[in-house]
C-alpha cells in the first residue's frame, strides 16, 4: 500500500497553532499534525482484503509518533468514513486502537 499521501491530516490544538503563528498561546503545542493513511492489505486464511488506518503524529514535517491499525473492516467506505471522524476529532496515535474499538463497538 502506498501511504505517500495522507488521506486525511489535523492539526493538534489547531487555535494555539495560529495563536503560536501570531507569537501568541503555547509555543509547545504548536507546530504538531496528525497525518491518517488509509491502509489496505490481504488479512486472513482466505486472504479477503481488509482496511485499517495508519496514524502519524508529525511536528515541524517529522515524525514522533505512530500507530498502525489492520483489518478493521472489509467495507472502503466505512474505513474512510471512520477516518474522518479520527481526523475531526484529532484522534493520537496512542488513542487510535481505543477509539477506533469503541466506535465499532
Sequence with gaps: MDETEPISTAL????????????EGDPETAGYEIRYYLREEK???????GYGVTA???????????????????DKMKMLE????????????ITLTDVIEDSLA
Aim: some cysteine; overall charge negative.
Design 12 to 23: 493538534l490544538n489547531a487555535s494555539d497553532a495560529a495563536a503560536s503563528e501570531a507569537g
Design 43 to 49: 488479512c486472513g486464511e482466505d486472504g479477503h482484503t
Design 56 to 74: 502519524e503524529l508529525c511536528r515541524n514535517g517529522q515524525v514522533v509518533s505512530r500507530a498502525d491499525v489492520s483489518d478493521v473492516t472489509i
Design 82 to 93: 471512520l477516518i474522518v471522524m479520527l481526523s475531526r476529532n484529532s484522534v493520537t496515535p
